[in-house]
């Protein structure tokens, strides 16, 4: 492709010619540059950051299971879920950013292996035939 367009021919009669978008064929000039295509690096490159902006930094996820193992422990109601922990962070680091009651569901979804459970002989399957 920017060969083509090195050549003379337009950037969309070789967008046409190759099936790609025009936008394809400008990326692929711009990142060529001046520089000889032999020495290119053409494999895809990921676009954007490989870690989300808006992820919750590691400091706030392990205060999440801390909390989550203290309140498994030590609360009299048995109450160590995502609310539970939302509203002890509320109460104890008020200057924090507290993450949603959602957010810490899914930390608690994808850094914890084994939900608590208080009955070891419970299923959890719901049934109680």
């Known amino acids: 492709m920017v060969n ?4 003379g021919e337009s950037q969309r009669s070789v967008a046409r010619r190759f099936k790609v978008s025009l ?4 990326r692929r000039v711009k990142r060529a540059g001046d520089q000889p295509l ?3 690096d053409w494999s895809d490159r990921l676009c954007g950051s490989p870690v989300p902006a808006n992820r919750t930094v590691r400091e706030i996820e392990d205060l999440v299971l801390e909390i989550r193992q203290r309140l498994y422990q030590e ?12 509203q002890e962070l509320l109460e104890t680091h008020p200057r924090l950013p507290v993450p949603s009651i ?5 930390i608690l979804e994808r850094l914890t292996t084994t939900p608590f459970s208080r009955d070891p002989t419970s299923t959890g399957s719901g049934s109680t035939s």
Do not use: D, F, K, P
């Open 75 to 86: 609360s009299a109601l048995g109450e160590y879920g995502a609310m539970a922990i939302h």
């Open 4 to 7: 083509a367009v090195r050549s």
């Open 23 to 26: 936008s394809t064929v400008q």
């Open 38 to 40: 032999q020495q290119m």
């Open 102 to 106: 959602r957010t810490i569901g899914r």
